[in-house]
């Protein structure tokens, strides 16, 4: 596609249910990333997928946080059992070569209530 | 750990004014920095630097690095209400993490009529 794409655009969950954020990247960007956003802060550094391959998951928050990208190109992050500090922008971006021109979708803005 | 210090945090101009943003920073193996411009969620890419003392200009907007001293500065002249906005910094550094970036918290820039 033209743009890195994410849905749903928000999300309101109960505390303790799950949820599931996905993200269709560019169409051929090897590179995919996941950042958290809470409110007033910078987006923070989640997870990395080169294809389907998950090089990095070292900003993740907890083992409640979860990412795929099974083919190499839709990606969904995961959190289970949400709780109210997971409120937060979370935005996927992707690129064609790692560290250079990030594309950043317009983000799932999760609020757990 | 790779940290990046942006001021002011919030900045209120009227229309046609000149401002100024600041980007200071510490990165293991510094690769590059770069400017985003966020409306409502997605960051849009202003930006990249790389070298010292070369101006990057677009239109209205220019930035330039300072290597020895850690820091980039974002111009903006002859401001328009559509430049309000958060604008972000975040830096990149190579070798085995070159893929990710470290943001700063953003200026909140608005532009009043």
């Known amino acids: 596609g033209a743009g890195v794409s994410q849905s749903p655009r928000y999300k309101v969950a109960k505390r303790g249910q799950d949820v599931a954020l996905r993200c269709d990247p560019i169409?051929?960007?090897?590179?995919l990333f996941w950042y958290q956003q809470a409110l007033g802060q910078g987006p923070e550094f989640l997870t990395y997928?080169?294809?389907?391959?998950?090089?990095?998951k070292s900003g993740l928050p907890s083992d409640r946080f979860f990412a795929e990208r099974p083919e190499g190109s839709v990606s969904t992050l995961k959190i289970q059992r949400t709780q109210q500090e997971d409120s937060a922008v979370y935005l996927c971006?992707?690129?064609?070569?790692?560290?250079?021109?990030?594309?950043f979708g317009s983000g799932t803005r999760l609020t757990v209530v | 750990e790779d940290k990046v210090v942006q001021s002011p945090l919030s900045l209120v101009v009227h229309e046609g004014d000149t401002v100024t943003l600041n980007c200071s920073y510490e990165?293991?193996?510094?690769?590059?920095l770069l400017w985003y411009k966020q409306e409502k969620k997605a960051p849009t890419f202003l930006f990249m630097l790389?070298?010292?003392?070369i101006e990057k200009k677009s239109g209205r907007l220019s930035s330039i690095l300072d290597k020895k001293e850690l820091f980039s500065i974002l111009n903006i002249t002859a401001t328009q209400t559509g430049d309000s906005a958060i604008y972000l910094c975040?830096?990149?550094?190579?070798?085995?993490?070159?893929?990710?970036?470290?943001f700063g918290k953003g200026t909140l820039l608005t532009v009043n009529p």
């Open positions: 971006a992707s690129s064609s070569t790692p560290g250079i021109g990030y594309t």
């Open positions: 790389t070298s010292s003392g």
């Open positions: 997928f080169q294809n389907e391959a998950q090089l990095d």
């Open positions: 169409s051929g960007h090897v590179s």
């Open positions: 990165v293991t193996n510094f690769r590059s």
């Open positions: 975040a830096v990149g550094g190579s070798g085995g993490s070159n893929y990710k970036l470290t």
